[in-house]
């Protein structure tokens, strides 16, 4: 079952580039079309932007990730605890050690990146190592090493690589809607303004629905890594402690807004009405689920 899992979640990669990339290339059509009048030039930028982002964010992740959130890399004696645990685990999950790194922040949480179990990396914050004991920090632990072993780093670097891609071609379009760099010679017929306000539209709604992709994408892998943590320390409860300790307390103070899904829980404490721009699934449903493993 749970070799079928990981390979799932391989082809899931695929599907989620497949359906990125064509959101990519639309909204490559539309920023040329609204800019230049010419789709393809627009198609080009995209492809050659997307690139350039997919081959830093792949080759460069764990070093982007780790500085966005201020994490520091530690050695064995700088602390024992932490990467004796990562070590423990990663030896029963039958994945090459991670890297360890510690984020300076109170709030207890931790996520894992990079782009494959052979480059991957593993962050907790002080307060994670300051409020939880060993059994709660193995759950936290077994959870990210199985966000490892299943291939989810892989997965959530490429949505994250993409998004910014989306991002940045949206940007791109509303700062040359400002500054007048706009150029079109046909806008005078009834199929030119319609293809400009689907352009406009597009622009609009393409990081939203990259958003949303994202969002899901985070919320779903969740679940998996948390009966993955299960599998690897044959303890639900010290997940669920120390799930429930994540949850009672402060926000963090520095955590970067992009990388927010990676967390074990949600690093901000928001919670949105129609749960779409959730970065993970409510813990008090985490937690039924594994009371029920």
């Known amino acids: 079952m749970l070799y079928q899992q990981i390979a799932q979640n391989k082809r899931k990669t695929i599907y989620v580039l497949i359906g990125f990339y064509v959101l990519v290339g639309l909204?490559?059509?539309?920023?040329?079309?609204?800019?230049?009048?010419?789709?393809?030039?627009g198609i080009a930028i995209a492809i050659g932007v997307g690139l350039f982002y997919m081959i830093m964010?792949?080759?460069?992740?764990?070093?982007?990730?780790?500085?966005?959130?201020?994490?520091h890399p530690v050695t064995e004696e700088q602390a024992p605890v932490l990467y004796h645990v990562v070590q423990?685990?990663?030896?029963?999950?039958?994945?090459?050690?991670?890297?360890?790194?510690?984020?300076?922040?109170p709030s207890p949480n931790a996520f894992a990146t990079g782009p494959n179990p052979q480059h991957a990396a593993v962050a907790a914050t002080t307060?994670?190592?300051e409020r939880l004991n060993r059994e709660e920090l193995e759950g936290v632990i077994g959870h990210e090493i199985s966000h490892i072993r299943n291939y989810d780093i892989r997965?959530?670097?490429?949505?994250?690589?993409?998004?910014?891609?989306?991002?940045?071609?949206?940007?791109?379009?509303?700062?040359?809607?400002?500054?007048?760099?706009?150029?079109?010679?046909?806008d005078d017929n009834q199929s030119a303004i319609l293809a400009l306000i689907f352009?406009?539209?597009?622009?609009?709604?393409?990081?939203?629905?990259?958003?949303?992709?994202?969002?899901a994408l985070s919320r779903n892998r969740e679940y998996l890594a948390d009966a993955?943590?299960?599998?690897?320390?044959r303890n639900p409860q010290g997940l669920i402690d120390a799930l429930r300790a994540i949850s009672d307390s402060e926000p963090m103070r520095n955590a970067n807004t992009s990388?927010?899904?990676?967390?074990?829980?949600?690093?901000?404490?928001?919670?949105?009405?129609?749960?779409l721009f959730d970065t993970h699934p409510p813990i008090e449903k985490r937690i039924e689920r594994l009371e029920h493993m």
Not at 160 to 176: R, T
């Open 259 to 275: 990388s927010a899904s990676l967390y074990i829980a949600d690093p901000f404490k928001k919670s949105s009405w129609t749960h």
């Open 127 to 129: 307060g994670l190592l």
């Open 57 to 71: 964010t792949l080759t460069q992740s764990t070093s982007i990730v780790m500085s966005m959130n201020n994490a």
């Open 228 to 233: 993955g943590s299960v599998e690897l320390t």
């Open 88 to 105: 423990d685990m990663a030896m029963v999950g039958k994945v090459p050690m991670p890297k360890v790194y510690i984020i300076d922040d």
């Open 199 to 215: 352009s406009i539209l597009t622009l609009i709604l393409g990081p939203l629905a990259a958003t949303f992709a994202q969002m």
């Open 155 to 186: 997965l959530q670097s490429t949505a994250l690589a993409l998004s910014s891609v989306i991002s940045y071609l949206a940007n791109l379009g509303v700062n040359s809607f400002f500054w007048g760099r706009i150029n079109r010679d046909d």
């Open 27 to 41: 909204m490559g059509a539309a920023l040329g079309y609204f800019c230049y009048g010419r789709a393809m030039i």
